[in-house]
């Protein structure tokens, strides 16, 4: 029976990793989930054609997860593992990933160029050097030229802002650092070492990604359908687009924290004015099946070509040859946008831009589609603009004080992968229990 002094707004792997780790504290607390079904940002769908089934993600997901206890949950599902090697496309050259370290492809007298001018950004930089922007980072790390040539390119698509404009706390591993003689030899061999930063990726063998939520889904007390359009946190009552109401002692939520505030009916105005700052990229996927095996070169792909709006491609059928009918295979194409830099095109163009990109990649021919689909993702990643996490943590220490627990990539407001989601999640459980005592 549901604890009724309790409630999870989301399901999505936080909301779901909460309510897993809250039934081990002895508490029923039901997940209540806008969409038809749970999963969120980690939810895997299938298409049908004659040539049969095929399965996408919401966009690139890959599991390197470390932590017992999310292995003891993911690892219950079948799958695969996959060396992390990925390629870059830029101006028609397939370079392997991180460029910088693996420029072997480059012209000759394009190559001494770059060295050169990290060489000697390297021997006049400071280690104490102000570093305010990630701006300031890409240049402090490779000098003004690799800086120019790749990351801030990168950014503009990805983040949908200039570098100048996003702050530094959300690097942490996941920018490779500049390293001369990494660079050097991957300049003049054409089999450098792999420095990404996970060796391994996991993948299930059948159902997509989300197939690694199903030990979670087993037990929990999901109810679907249930969008929440206010939360009364005088009276501590949410209620959902359909009239019901809940009340509530206390609550977790893992739904974007912006959305939260504005849900919420008795906010100070500056925490209302904080929120509004908050925004995140969304993401248009664009998902194709090609009548024919191996279309992409590599698991996934980056897309450094500033005529080409996606920033990042996959393939769902190296994932796992059960993603695609067989003799068939799929990519899926991520392109980016946000209420500071938006592109402008209906479905229909977007899909057309990526059609566009796999025939000057040489990928495939237009007669070789079997499928494409089209799929708006509102929420993709949290933009770090500069002084994001100042503003945040004000609005997220006011959310708390109101008897609502905070998880999730969107709930926290935070650049977390899935395993991090997961103890996110499970950190808020631990909290919730206690205060339940």
């Known amino acids: ?36 079904r749970p999963g969120g940002l980690l939810d895997s769908f299938t298409l049908e054609t004659a040539e049969g089934r095929w399965t996408f993600d919401n966009a690139v997901h890959l599991s390197f997860a470390s932590e017992p206890e999310v292995r003891a949950v993911f690892d219950r ?20 990933h991180p460029v910088q370290n693996n420029m072997f492809p480059l012209p000759a007298e394009e190559k001494a160029d770059l060295i050169v001018d990290l060489s000697r950004h390297l021997a006049q930089v400071h280690a104490d ?60 061999s054409d089999n450098p070492p792999n420095t990404y930063y996970v060796s391994t990726m996991r993948y299930p063998e059948r159902g997509g990604y989300r197939a690694f939520l199903d030990p979670l889904l087993e037990a929990a007390d ?46 100070p105005d500056d925490i209302r004015r904080l929120a509004d700052t908050l925004f995140a990229t969304s993401i248009d996927i664009v998902s194709i099946g090609f009548r024919k095996p191996n279309v992409s070169p590599s698991l996934w792909f980056y897309i ?25 295979s799929s990519l899926q194409f991520e392109i980016y946008s946000s209420r500071a830099s938006g592109h402008g095109l209906a479905p229909d163009g977007l899909v057309e831009s990526c059609i566009r990109a796999v025939e000057a990649m040489g990928l495939a021919g237009r007669e070789e589609i079997a499928l494409t689909h089209h799929k708006h993702l509102p929420f993709g990643n949290v933009v770090f603009d500069l002084g994001m996490e100042e503003r945040r943590d004000v609005v997220r220490g006011w959310v708390e004080s109101q008897d609502i627990l905070l998880a999730g990539r969107f709930g926290e407001w935070d650049y977390l992968w899935s395993n991090q989601a997961f103890m996110s999640g499970r950190a808020a459980a631990d909290a919730l229990a206690q205060a339940a005592r």
Not at 164 to 173: A, E, K, R, T, V
Not at 174 to 187: I, K, N, P, S, Y
Not at 304 to 328: F, M, Q, V, W
Request: aromatic share 10%; hydrophobic share 40%; charged share 25%.
């Open 77 to 96: 599902t079948p799958y695969l593992s996959h060396e992390a090697r990925s390629l870059n496309w830029d101006g028609g050259l397939w370079i392997p």
């Open 129 to 188: 050097a102000p570093i305010a922007t990630y701006r300031d980072w890409l240049l402090h790390q490779y000098g003004e030229k690799i800086a120019e040539r790749w990351p801030l390119r990168y950014t503009r698509k990805y983040w949908t802002l200039d570098a100048g404009d996003l702050g530094i706390g959300w690097i942490g591993n996941r920018m490779r650092r500049a390293d001369l003689r990494e660079v050097v030899f991957g300049a003049v």
């Open 1 to 36: 029976m549901s604890d009724d002094r309790f409630a999870i707004l989301g399901g999505g792997i936080a909301g779901l990793s909460a309510a897993a780790r809250l039934r081990e504290h002895g508490l029923d607390v039901p997940v209540f989930e806008a969409k038809d």
């Open 304 to 328: 450094y070509d500033t005529d080409i709006l996606a920033s990042r491609a996959y393939s769902p059928s190296i994932k796992s040859a059960h993603n695609a009918p067989e003799g068939c």
């Open 222 to 267: 999901i109810r679907c359908g249930l969008r929440a359009v206010e939360v009364d946190n005088r009276r501590n009552v949410v209620t959902f687009a359909d009239g019901r109401s809940r009340p509530y002692r206390r609550m977790i939520s893992t739904i974007p924290l912006p959305v939260l505030v504005a849900l919420m009916t008795d906010v």
